[in-house]
């Protein structure tokens, strides 16, 4: 973990935020790379379950939301975690995160554990009084519940259809930490689908499995992926089902995204806080019911993480991100072999054609051998090289960043070659 998150740091994947001030505790800036990296997975995201799929649409609602959104969905009573104190130390962990009732780090003992409400609070407009206080929504799927409504009437979607969004969350996490694992302001990409009362448990891993290919589509090792369903004691006191699909980290086995059968909990408790009517009428059957949801919830970050943990690789000669082409940041290097004006024009102009189709990079400076090792450090799956033969035969070696083995490739056949390999045709269905 420390190589690679100085690896992150040191190629422009992500930093600690405000470092000029000291840093702000588990909050991460995304440099350059890391904004292409995080880009990437959402579209990834997006394009699997939005995309490809009739029966989803996306939305985009507002992270200030009217705080009865959160009384109704239960947040304000019950989005709490227990906080610990340790008496000699003064150090304070999340109670159902420790193994031993004394301090981890001294001995010493511990408070009675206190619920803490990890929803930010801040105030619309300039009065600060109760009345003006709202939350950073702590999940995006509340916009999409209070949204149903207006979402089914505009696209006119019958059941069994689903709703998905991809935006910041806040929480006021007891103990971040790990990284990008656990921070206070973090993205997620939430599906909420709402199926009929017949066939939801057939929804619910129907969805498994799809979110579950989605990842093994995108390259992960299925070695360290792993299905977890939650225990009785687990669930949420409406929820039927869920599974977390769990990664093993070097700290160990940990959620990277829920699935979970909802009941009709999250309609029902707007439809009693509101007032308003969201039931749906299938006008086939003649029945009004009360849609049941399925919901798929996994974070940007912590997806990220994965990727990059799992793509890590130090072998002798070179560090190597393997990165699925689809997520790499750039998908092309192009070098010219040699600082030479006719070798650079030739290099630029490739480089010109190719960025309308794919992020490409261009780098002339020190050993080819340098600036393979510098692209397979950030994952760039394909390099290009134009020498002095390209000028005679018109054709460039390109190098594979995986096998390193290389093909030399006629100009007019770049575009058809690297289309080849980096397209992504994910086989989820
Ligand atoms: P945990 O038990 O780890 O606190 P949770 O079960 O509360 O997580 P959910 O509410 O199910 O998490 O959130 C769905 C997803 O959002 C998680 O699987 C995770 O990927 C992401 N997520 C939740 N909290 C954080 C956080 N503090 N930092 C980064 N990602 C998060």
Redesign the pocket.
Known sequence: MERLISMCKQRGFIYPSSEIYGGLNSCWDYGPLGAELKRNIKEAWWYANVQLRDDVVGADTSILMHPDVWRASGHLANFTDPLVDCKECKRRYRADHLETDVCPECGGELTEARQFNLMFKTFLGPVEDDAAVVYLRP?TAQGIFVDFKLIQNATRQRVPFGIAQIGKSF?N?VS?GNFI???RE?E?MELEFFVSHDDDDEWFRCWVDYRWKWYLSLGINPNKLRQRPHGEDELAHYAKACIDVEYEFPFGWQ????IAHRGTYDLSQHIEHSGKDLSYFDDLTGQRYVPIVIES???V??TLLTFLVDAFHEEEERTVLKLHPRLAPYKVAVFPLQKKPALKELALKIKDELKYEWNVTYDETGSIGRRYRRQDEIGTPYCITVDFDSLEDGAVTIRDRDTMAQDRVSLDKVSAYLRERLTWKPEID
């Open positions: 999940e929480r996490e971040p694992f656990r921070s973090f997620q959620e990277i995204e829920g919830s996994a974070g970050d912590r």
